[in-house]
Structure formats: C-alpha cells, structure tokens
C-alpha cells in the first residue's frame, strides 16, 4: 500500500518502543524449538496508527511556511499574476489562496487596468491633476519626451535635450535655426490713459524709450531697487487709452507683479500670450515656412520680404509687425528645404524698408483681447479632410478654418567687436533672430510648425548658452543686486554643499588651503570691505556699462557687468574670481609668450601669494563663438583703473574656487 512508504525514521522509533499489543504484533512459533516470529497484522496496525497518519495528511494539505500559496507550485505552472488574482491558481489551491488574500489584502484595490488609464479623456484627467502642482506649458508632452525636465519658479520646464549638446546648439545658430518656448515668460498687460502709462513706466523702467519697438530694460522698485530684466511693447497709435505688454521672467515676478499691482490710475491684467524664440541664421526662412500668411493679412508686402537671407539683421532691433496666419496645422512643411540664395539687390531693399518702417506695423488683432480668443477645430477634423485628399499634401484654408493673429518681433545679434584681437567678441549679427507671439491655445499648433520647418528645440541650457555666447546676462544668477540673483545663489549654495557633504576628504577640493573663506558663494561683501566700503545687503550695481564709467573722471564703489576672455589657454567655471595681477605676472606675461598664468605652490609649500579679488564671473565656460575660455560677471569699478593694459585691454587673472592655476585674461570693455 501507499501509505506504507509514508512511515518515517520517527514513526519506526515509536514502533519498536511501544508494547506488542499496541503496536498490533502477535507472538506465534518458531521452528525447532526457538523464538516465536513476529507478525504484524495490518488492520490492527493501521488502526493504532491512524491518529498518526490524519495529522500528516492535514500537515501536507495545509500551508504553515513562510512561502504564500503561488509559490507551492512548481517553477513552471508559476505565474506573476497569480500573486494578486487568485483565478490564475489551480482549482485545488483556490480555497487557500482566498483565505490568504484575505489576511493579506492588495497595497492599491483601486487600481486600473493599463488599457483604462490609457483612453485619451483619462490622460487629461490625470495630466490636469499632475499639472496643478507645477504648471505646464502648452508644449510640455512634446518637450517630456524629448527632454530631461526640471522644476523652476513653480513651472515644469525643459532643462536640457536628451541627445544634443551645447556645440550642437552652436551649429544650429551658425547654420541653421533654433527654437525655444518661452512661453514661461509672464505677460503683463498695463492699460489706461497715454500719459499715466507713460509717467508710470518713465519711473519704474531704466531705460525707457518712447518707441513703437520692443526695447529691453530693468525694472526698478520705486526705491530704485533692480528687480529684473523685462521687455516692454507699447500699442501703436495715437488714441489716449493706451496698453502696454511687459514680459517678466519668473524668477522675478514675485517682486516685480506687487510693483505693477500698485500703480494708480492703470488697470493690470495678465494677457494670454505665447512666446517662441527663433535663433540662427535662417530663423527668419523658418518663420515663412511654418506659418502661411492669410490673403487679407496686413504687411503682407513686409511679410514677403523677409524670406531673403540675413532680412531679421536690416531691421531695427524689437521691430515688430502683426501678420494674420491661416491654422498652422494645415500645412506642415514635409520635408525640410535649404534656405534660398540671396537675390541682388534684396539687401538694398531691406534697408529702405527698415528706413521706412511704418509706425503701426504692430497694430492688429492681437491687442484685442476679446478678439485673440479663438475656436479652433479638432484635429480629427483636419486629419479626416487630409485622410480625403487623392494626393498628399497641404491642406487649402476655407472659410471655416481659423485666422490667427500673431506677432513677429526681431531680435538682435551680437555686435561687432570693439577691438582687434583674436576672440574679443562673437560674430556680427550671431544669435540674431526674431521671436513669435501668438494666443493662447495656439502653443502646440505652432511649435509643431516650427520644427517640420527645420528648426531645432532648444531648452533652458541652450537659452543660457546664447546669452553667454553673446556676452550678456543670462538668468537669475548674472543680475547681481536683485533679489531673484540672491534667490537663485541660495538654491544653488545647498545644492554644491550638498555635493561636497557627500564626498570623502580625500575627494573633495581643500578650500582651507587654496584661501576660499566662502566657497560655493561670490564673497561681494568682503571685496567692499577690502575697499573701505560698507556692506549692504544686495551689492550696488552700475546702471551704466563699465566703458562709461571709465570714460568719466571717478570711478564710483560699484559692481559693473563685463565680460572676461582667457588670453592664451584655460577655461573656467561659474562662480571663478576675477584678480588683480602681480607685478611678476605682468613681467612674465611680456616676456614669456608661452606662460598662461601664475600656479600657487602645493600644499605646505613656502610663498603662497593669493591674488587680491576684484570680482567674480557667474557664467563661464568656453566659449564656441570665440574659441576660448570666456566669462561674464561683475567687477569692482574702482580697481579697474589700477589694472595694467595688454594688447590694449586690463589684464586680470581668473582662478576657479577649486584649483589652484591662475589663468591670465583681458576684460571685454
């Protein structure tokens, strides 16, 4: 029988222990005389051994491990579902199984299935939920998939691409185009009577220029406090009640939105608008080809001018022109198209007409706010008629199809450099372009335009990139005296900290012996102090460009924003000092024309001479543009005029916080 091979070691101890009559042996006769042999009888056996046999019986059927149900199965009737569904489990484990899921219930019973979660009208409900945290662009899917995204000033933006780097951002400026959403810029619209606008804005704004172009200028608090960059267009005309659109960054809206908050007599409203960036050489080829004009749009002549090569550099810088464009998702460029060839002639034309720019070239609809609100209709409409179409391509605009009112503002270049030498400054005309505004609603039909038409997307470090090429501040960490610059240094002081916290001794800089007191942080206060200046909170900053401030007879105890280029080999970081060189430095800087610059002796070695600071750079690296080590910051103003002159500019010395190697340098005046 079966159940006799089920007879353990254990079991045959207990049966030869226990007495003849329990165990079921009988005693009979042996042979010649001798021992009885011993007999089992089963019946009587098997019935003292019964108590015995049901507990193993119960034993094996029943589940006393630490392994759950599922995992009794052999390896390959397992199956990952049959953790949670108790169906996937054969019919004669589902009893157990019910019982343990119900001592072990799931983590999420909510949750849905992939197929559920994916319907498109579930996907907005969730992207709505995610997005109330941090706000999100019109463009956000697109870029979260193309992009390494990160959380600034409560927005979700697009740090970096996933596969381009900076020196492809660089091609695409020389050769081609690139584009940015900055829709994150905030928009102000200010409206009220001609001349309290003007008197407001008169106040708060340094510069400001009575023009009908955009300008770029600093707002000021009523103290004469900085608080950030802003662009300000004015609505043309001559009628009394007047709007106008200032466009502030983010990190400085907590501080500026208060200011325009308290201005009398003007109401404040913020407008729905987009804004898009296009940058290179063919920005403005990329711009026709993304957007059809309508037939009934004004400046249209203007409009077909601007296809020639280089038209964005004859115009005058923030010219604006307002065009009425068909719905940009009728016709998505197919493929990409080289930019045409310059027409004679074209170049004089453009100058004429930047002469004769028509002072309502930016009047249309999309002052209207009323009027930029518009009902578009739904993609599968314009997929269904394109799916109708007996030869692919362009969609034709009927009457039902929407009109929208955009604005093409031009955005100058780098200029041209003041002096002779190798590097002194990017290209003429380098980063030139135009930006694009356009209603609400209208971000992903006309950023998909703009990139079938050969632009390339940029993100934040591209931004940042240009204007470090082109050697002006970029963002919050180059507007020194505001308080979004020390916003900005305070983030980024516990972000470094935390990188050096988590390093060993052995791997991390030894700040103690290369003399920074304060690392990770540009020391503004002690530079003052070294000066006999009192310290303030936020450092004083020049209005005016340090050449000015050279040009008149005092220099005043301020910062001044300048630009620094290596003069012979080495590159720099952020936050790197900028010093006043040594009366040896100088020397072997004439004589040697292979010495690059002054090295502090090792560790415990004698004559370390650290070099006074003067200044620091907040954006450095190298510089594509200029083939060197560059770097935009602020220096001292009254010890620039102390510093010795070399190829016809200051000499300075610029060191990283973390090495020891000075690098000499020539400030960009």
């Known amino acids: 029988h079966a159940w006799l091979t089920r007879i353990t070691a254990s079991s045959m101890k207990k049966f030869a222990s226990q007495p003849a009559s329990v165990a079921g042996i009988s005693d009979g006769g042996g042979r010649g005389g001798g021992p009885a042999a011993r007999a089992i009888d089963v019946m009587e056996?098997?019935?003292?051994?019964?108590?015995?046999?049901?507990?193993?019986?119960t034993a094996i059927k029943s589940h006393t491990g630490v392994r759950r149900v599922h995992q009794t199965l052999p390896r390959h009737m397992r199956r990952r579902a049959t953790s949670h569904n108790v169906k996937r489990l054969p019919a004669r484990l589902r009893a157990a199984g019910l019982r343990e899921m119900a001592d072990y219930p799931?983590?999420?019973p909510s949750k849905t299935g992939r197929r559920y979660r994916r319907r498109p009208s579930n996907l907005r409900a969730e992207y709505e939920s995610r997005s109330r945290q941090h706000r999100w662009l019109e463009t956000h899917i697109w870029h979260a998939k193309r992009m390494h995204?990160?959380?600034?000033?409560?927005?979700?933006?697009a740090d970096r691409p996933c596969m381009r780097h900076v020196r492809a951002s660089h091609r695409s400026l020389r050769k081609s185009c690139l584009a940015h959403d900055a829709s994150y810029l905030q928009c102000v619209e200010l409206s009220g009577t001609r001349d309290v606008v003007t008197a407001f804005l008169?106040?708060?704004l340094v510069p400001y220029r009575q023009t009908h172009a955009e300008f770029a200028s600093t707002l000021h608090a009523i103290d004469g406090t900085p608080i950030g960059p802003v662009r300000v267009l004015l609505q043309p005309g001559a009628a009394a009640h007047v709007r106008a659109w200032v466009w502030i960054h983010p990190a400085s809206a907590p501080d500026a939105m208060p200011l325009l908050a308290a201005a009398e007599g003007i109401a404040i409203s913020p407008a729905a608008l987009l804004r898009f960036q296009l940058r290179g050489a063919h920005a403005a080829h990329v711009l026709r080809r993304a957007l059809a004009l309508d037939e009934s749009s004004p400046n249209a002549a203007i409009w077909a001018a601007l296809d020639q090569p280089g038209a964005?550099?004859?115009?005058?810088?923030?010219?604006a022109l307002s065009v009425t464009v068909v719905d940009?998702?009728?016709?998505?460029?197919?493929?990409?198209?080289?930019a045409p060839a310059p027409v004679a002639g074209a170049a004089a034309t453009l100058r004429q007409l930047a002469l004769a720019w028509p002072a309502d070239a930016s009047a249309g609809a999309l002052w209207d706010p009323v009027g930029r609100v518009l009902p578009a209709c739904h993609i599968k409409e314009i997929n269904a008629r394109r799916a109708q179409m007996a030869v692919p391509g362009r969609l034709a605009a009927s009457e039902a199809d929407a009109r929208v009112p955009v604005m093409v503002v031009q955005r100058e270049g780098a200029r041209q450099a003041r002096t002779g030498s190798r590097g002194a400054s990017a290209p003429l005309g380098y980063g030139s372009g135009c930006d694009v505004i356009a209603p609400a609603t209208w971000g992903m039909a006309v950023w998909?335009?703009?990139?079938h038409a050969g632009a390339h997307a940029g993100a934040l470090r591209e931004v940042d990139q240009l204007a470090f090429e082109m050697g002006l501040p970029g963002g919050p960490r180059d507007w020194l005296g505001t308080a979004a610059h020390e916003r900005n240094a305070a983030a980024q002081y516990v972000a470094d900290m935390d990188w050096f916290n988590r390093r060993p001794p052995g791997k991390r800089p030894s700040f103690d012996l290369l003399g920074i007191l304060r690392p990770f942080t540009c020391d503004w206060a002690r530079i003052l102090q070294r000066h006999g200046c009192e310290a303030h909170v936020l450092p004083p900053v020049s209005r005016q460009p340090l050449r000015v401030l050279l040009a008149g007879p005092d220099l005043p105890p301020v910062f001044a924003f300048t630009g620094v280029r290596v003069l012979r080999r080495g590159v720099v970081t952020n936050i790197a000092q900028i010093c006043v060189p040594s009366v040896d430095d100088v020397a072997s800087l004439r004589a040697d024309k292979a010495f690059g610059g002054p090295r502090l002796p090792p560790?415990?070695?004698a004559g370390i001479h650290f070099r006074d600071v003067i200044g620091y750079l907040t954006s450095a690296g190298y510089s594509h543009a200029r083939g060197c080590g560059y770097g935009v910051g602020h220096v001292f103003a009254a010890a620039v005029a102390a510093l010795p002159v070399f190829d016809g500019a200051r000499v300075v010395l610029v060191r990283d916080q973390a090495s020891p190697q000075y690098w000499l340098a020539l400030l960009d005046v």
């Open 45 to 57: 056996f098997a019935a003292a051994r019964a108590k015995e046999m049901k507990a193993m019986e």
């Open 106 to 108: 799931p983590n999420d």
């Open 149 to 157: 995204m990160t959380t600034l000033w409560g927005l979700r933006l």
């Open 202 to 204: 008169t106040r708060v």
């Open 312 to 319: 964005l550099d004859q115009l005058q810088a923030g010219a």
């Open 328 to 338: 940009p998702r009728l016709r998505h460029p197919s493929a990409r198209l080289p």
């Open 448 to 451: 998909l335009a703009l990139v």
């Open 603 to 605: 560790r415990g070695g």
